[in-house]
């Protein structure tokens, strides 16, 4: 099981940006998706997080300037970023709480995987 994000880059203040996050491998079913940042010098924060059945919770900092959405067909989370400011700039983190199948086709409990960041620059 791994996650591929993409979608981060160079924008100016107010600016937009989407990321997107996909899921892939042996899936019985995904929990929790969401996405993390990490500016430089600081630990890994939350942005936003969204269940199946579509419950969402975002930081203060991303309250009405940020959207999450998932596609569950696709395995996938999105974030759309609207009125960037600098103090939005870090590596960004997908993250999803996913039940695997084993190679005997036995299920696991749910466990935390990680994409392998993506970098948005907000600066002009």
């Known amino acids: 099981v791994q996650l591929q994000a993409s979608g981060g880059g160079l924008v100016q203040p107010g600016g937009s940006l989407i990321l997107s996050c996909e899921a892939s491998?042996?899936?019985?079913?995904?929990?929790?998706m969401g996405w993390f940042r990490q500016a430089p010098g600081a630990e890994r924060e939350l942005v936003a997080t969204?269940?199946?059945?579509?419950?969402?919770t975002y930081a203060d900092s991303a309250k009405g300037r940020f959207t999450i959405s998932r596609d569950n067909d696709k395995n996938a989370v999105y974030l759309r970023m609207n009125s960037l400011k600098a103090e939005d700039t870090g590596v960004y983190f997908c993250?999803?709480?996913?039940?695997?199948?084993?190679?005997?086709?036995?299920?696991?409990?749910?466990?935390?995987?990680w994409g392998q960041g993506t970098q948005v620059t907000v600066s002009s």
């Open positions: 491998g042996r899936i019985f079913e995904i929990h929790s």
């Open positions: 969204v269940t199946p059945g579509g419950t969402i």
């Open positions: 993250n999803a709480a996913i039940r695997r199948y084993y190679d005997d086709d036995s299920v696991g409990p749910p466990r935390d995987y």
